[in-house]
Every structure is written in structure tokens, then in C-alpha cells.
């Protein structure tokens, strides 16, 4: 079941209150997605947290209460006038494996709500035997609002969709952003060919796409194809660039690698899906 939890001070053991929303988050009518993004940082924390916990950093002073010094590499730290980091912990777990995610931030008139999700390791994965202690860091914009924590269940069915060009030189030359049934993420700093994209930091944009009628758009020929990968043509052989697709259901990823030539195996339906990718990119550009 759903559990509630609301920030009260600035660092805070979560504790579950109710199954229930209405004890501890109002119902404020219709919600909007708060735009966030990634946070890392190569300091480590001073103190490892002691059980499920989160924290609110407003300044450099407030980063460098809790994490030792930073000095191998800059940092682009966020606008502490308008930003804040918070940090998310799942406290000390007994080995590898074990890790706690935000998978959306949504706002009403009185709260802003974070959605997370915790996961455990599987059955048969190779962990490393230490005490592990799980963290997420997001930047938001500062609020007056209380936040109010949510544990919800992760989010398996997504879309990835992007652009590539290994000649190319600028920003636009790797564009690619995650889209599921809460959000639109836009992939940073992306390296070309290694298109795993837990690895890359990312902006959300408060943009939600309609879902449904996108997957709809998807031919039924990639829909079957259920977690294989496939290559229309020859993309960037000749410096024109690709055009990339990932279609997420469950634990099955399926990857699709299109030529922006028109090959001869790209037949009218991929030709069409094609032109919906390549102007639905060109749409969340625009978008904020």
C-alpha cells in the first residue's frame, strides 16, 4: 500500500504515518509537474545516515555541513537564490543491490509531492557484501510549500527516443529524452554509441506527453519484436546521422536504430513512425 510522508524540519527521519492520504496530505485539487534535475556531487557524506532519512541543502555552506571537500573537480552547482538540492536516503542496507530512486515531483495549491521508489536486489544478482547506503539527489526550486514524500511503485514502461550524429559538433548533435506516463526527462551530456541512459544526468520538463496516443503511433512490427534490437539501413554511415528508439515494457527493452536515409528497409509504416519521432524531438525542444 501507498505510504505518505510530510517534511517537517530540514532533516528528518520519514516515517509512515497512514495508508491514507487524508491525515497528513491535503487534497488540493489538480496537481502540476515540478521541473527538477539530477545532482551529483564527488564529496562523500561526512556521516552515513543511521536509518531512511532526507535532507534540504539552500547553500554551499549547507552542501558542505554534510559532504567532506570536492577538490579533484569542478562542480556546476545550482543557483542557491532559486535552487535547492534535496537528498533522498534509504538508510544502511546489508549489501549491494539495494537503491531508492525520485521518479517525479508533482505540485497544487498547498504541497509539493516526491514520488520515489525503493528497489531490491533479485534473486540472482552478484552483490558486494558491504553495508551500502542507497541516496538519490535532485535539484528543485526553492518553495514555501511543505513536502510531502510518496512511495510509489517503479515506473517500467517508458519511451526513450533521440538523435545521433557522430560528426556533428554541438549541442543538438545527441538530443535524447525519456518519456512515461508522468514526465518528460531530457538526457545530458550524452556520449555517442553508449545509449544506456541510467549512466546520464537529466532535466525534467514540466511538459507531459500523451502517452497512449503515442504508442499507438508505434508500428505493430517493433511493438513484436518484445526486447530485441533492430537497424533499419545504415545509420551515420555517411555522417547523416540516425534516429534512436527505445521501447521499455517491463524487463523487456527494445532498441531500435533507424538510418534518417530512407533505406529500402524501412518500409511505409517505419517510415511513418520515423517522421513521428523525428517531430516529436523537434516539439520537446521547444518545450521547457
Do not use: W
Not at 535532507?55 to 552547482?77: H, Q, R
Not at 535524447?176 to 506516463?181: G, L, Q, T, V
Not at 500523451?210 to 518484445?226: G, Q, R
Amino acid at each position: 500500500m501507498k505510504k505518505y510522508f510530510i517534511l517537517l524540519i530540514t532533516f528528518f527521519v520519514l516515517v509512515s504515518c497512514t495508508d491514507t492520504i487524508g491525515d497528513n496530505v491535503q487534497n488540493c485539487g489538480a496537481t502540476a509537474n515540478v521541473p527538477f534535475e539530477s545532482f551529483s556531487y564527488c564529496g562523500v557524506l561526512k556521516e552515513n545516515p543511521k536509518q531512511a532519512s532526507f535532507v534540504i541543502l539552500n547553500s554551499n555552506e549547507d552542501l558542505l555541513k554534510i559532504f567532506s571537500a570536492c577538490p579533484t573537480f569542478d562542480v556546476a552547482m545550482p543557483d542557491f537564490t532559486q535552487k535547492r538540492i534535496l537528498g533522498l536516503y534509504a538508510g544502511p542496507k546489508p549489501t549491494g543491490g539495494y537503491a531508492i530512486k525520485i521518479q517525479s515531483i508533482k505540485e497544487d495549491d498547498c504541497q509539493i509531492v516526491v514520488q520515489y521508489f525503493e528497489k531490491e536486489p533479485k534473486k540472482d544478482d552478484v552483490l558486494t557484501t558491504v553495508m551500502t547506503y542507497p541516496s538519490d539527489y535532485v535539484v528543485i526550486s526553492k518553495s514555501s510549500k511543505p513536502i510531502a514524500f510518496q512511495r510509489v511503485y517503479q515506473n517500467n514502461d517508458y519511451i526513450v527516443i533521440g538523435t545521433y550524429n557522430g560528426q556533428c559538433v554541438g549541442n543538438d548533435c545527441l538530443t535524447f529524452f525519456r518519456m512515461d506516463s508522468q514526465k518528460v526527462l531530457r538526457y545530458l551530456n550524452v556520449n555517442y554509441g553508449l545509449y544506456d541512459f541510467n549512466q546520464y544526468g537529466f532535466k525534467s520538463l514540466v511538459y507531459k506527453e500523451d502517452m497512449v496516443a503515442f504508442y499507438s503511433k508505434i508500428p505493430t512490427e517493433i511493438k513484436n519484436l518484445k526486447g530485441q534490437t533492430k537497424t533499419f539501413g545504415s545509420p551515420d554511415a555517411h555522417d547523416q546521422g540516425g534516429i534512436y528508439f527505445e521501447l521499455h515494457e517491463g524487463d523487456a527493452a527494445t532498441k531500435i536504430f533507424l538510418d534518417n536515409d530512407n533505406s529500402t528497409d524501412q518500409n511505409e509504416n517505419i517510415l511513418a513512425f520515423k517522421k513521428v519521432i523525428q517531430d516529436k524531438i523537434l516539439e520537446l525542444k521547444g518545450k521547457n
